[in-house]
């Protein structure tokens, strides 16, 4: 911290209790919003429907975090970035609580889409409020510690949910899920301190929309949010259906076990960075030398998602659990340097670009997520697959195609 920066370094008291409070806050978030994936099969039961119409019980709220997160950007830069993320917190904990008493299938996927809306405040701001906490040196490290709160948020909704839910019934699952974020959204709530630069005066919405947009590197990473996550979340929201089929027959908290994959994707989130930083020290060979370190090391996460899933098209089961270990590890670290990199590409606009990658990232959700539900119902497993791949394919496409461009 200096007279003319005020943010901390990254190994400072507020800066650790930063970190801590948004662990939280994306643990809290991300167990909310994905807790019914443990559950899908139950749901599915329950109420009467194929894998495409209950995949949007989890569509429905990744959609609604989608709609949510640029107005929740332009709230916080009215009243902080803190006091947005504690609104949105509270507001979707209440709508949490709702969700298990939900009677119809309609009704239960109308709910989610308001938690969603809720929800989104936590990924619209959770970026932005850390650059306004934290040194730009140390940036790249904090996102990489938000990002595994998530990913440890997103993998104990699914295992709670699902363990619970297959004793007690998909009700008492995400039920319990709920308490357990109202514990981690309290201590979000206790730690959070404020941001050490306070918002400046908005751009007009549209003009820092068409900012953005018009800034190739942005337009990449808000399509690569897109098809990364839309195929990332396909995956998981039929893999619990594939593996209780023949050859497997796994029951539902067996299925749910295999969600502990995302601890890869906490290692990863944490680690990326570090791998970047050894890549651009490194020597620089073959056709992708001339573009950026973290770029290159994006499209070898790619890579890896794809071997993934080749192994999971395996009937062996380990096969399928090493497939998909390597999988969410990959896709974490792709992710996590995507969001570190929209701040540093974008320029009019900039506090609007992480929610413009937030809102790419869950419209891929909801649609390609929705999507594979409805190719796996209609092709099976290998329909599912192949859109991922397709996904994937397209995503370091367009990021091969940009960083060769921005060379001429």
């Known amino acids: 911290m200096t007279a003319s920066d005020p943010r901390v370094p990254g190994d400072s008291r507020v ?23 443990g559950v899908l099969t139950e749901l599915a039961h329950e109420f009467r429907s194929d894998t495409g119409a209950v995949s949007w019980v989890i569509g ?13 950007a332009r709230v916080s830069d009215r009243i902080g970035r803190v006091a ?4 949105s917190v509270l507001v979707a904990l ?5 969700v298990p008493f939900m009677p119809t299938l ?18 619209a701001l959770a970026v932005t409020a850390l650059a306004e906490i934290v040194t730009p040196a140390a940036l790249g490290a904090a996102v990489g510690s938000y990002v595994a709160g998530t990913t440890i948020g997103g993998l104990a909704g699914r295992v709670i949910s699902g363990l619970v839910g297959d004793a007690l019934g998909w009700g008492w699952g995400i039920a319990a899920v709920a308490l357990c974020s109202v514990a981690s959204a309290a201590l979000f ?8 630069i306070p918002p400046g005066p908005p751009l007009p919405l549209g003009r820092a929309f068409l900012a953005n947009l018009r800034n ?43 969600f502990l994959a995302y601890l890869a994707g906490a290692v990863a989130s944490r680690r990326v960075w570090s791998v970047v930083a050894r890549a651009h020290r490194g020597p620089r060979l073959g056709p992708l030398a001339g573009i950026e370190s973290p770029v290159r090391v994006q499209l070898g996460c790619i890579a890896l998602m794809l071997l993934g899933l080749g192994l999971m098209l395996l009937p062996w089961l380990p096969a399928v659990i090493l497939g998909l270990v390597l999988f969410t590890g990959a896709f974490f670290g792709a992710h996590t340097i995507a969001s570190g990199l929209i701040g540093r590409r974008a320029d009019t606009g900039r506090s609007l670009a992480p929610s413009l990658y937030n809102l790419g990232y869950y419209i891929g959700s909801a649609l390609l997520g929705g999507l594979g539900g409805l190719v796996f119902a209609h092709w099976g497993w290998g329909g599912a697959v192949t859109l991922v791949a397709v996904s994937a394919f397209a995503a370091a496409a367009a990021a ?4 060769r461009g921005a060379r001429r």
């Open 216 to 258: 190739p590197g942005v337009r990449v990473l808000i399509a690569q949010g897109f098809l990364l996550m839309g195929g990332f979340v396909a995956v998981y929201n039929v893999l619990g259906f594939r593996l209780q089929e023949s050859p497997f027959g796994l029951s539902t908290a067996q299925v749910s076990w295999l």
């Open 15 to 37: 800066a650790k209790r930063a970190l801590v409070a948004l662990f939280g806050a994306g643990f809290a978030t991300f167990a909310q919003l994905y807790a019914p994936q």
């Open 189 to 196: 709530l206790a730690l959070i301190p404020a941001t050490r």
């Open 60 to 72: 429905a709220a990744t959609l609604g975090v989608a709609v949510g997160v640029v107005p929740w």
């Open 94 to 98: 209440a709508i949490g609580l709702l």
């Open 84 to 87: 947005a993320m504690r609104w």
């Open 400 to 403: 091969v195609g940009h960083a």
């Open 106 to 123: 309609p009704a239960l996927v109308a709910v989610r889409f308001f938690e969603g809306l809720a929800l989104g405040g936590l990924p």
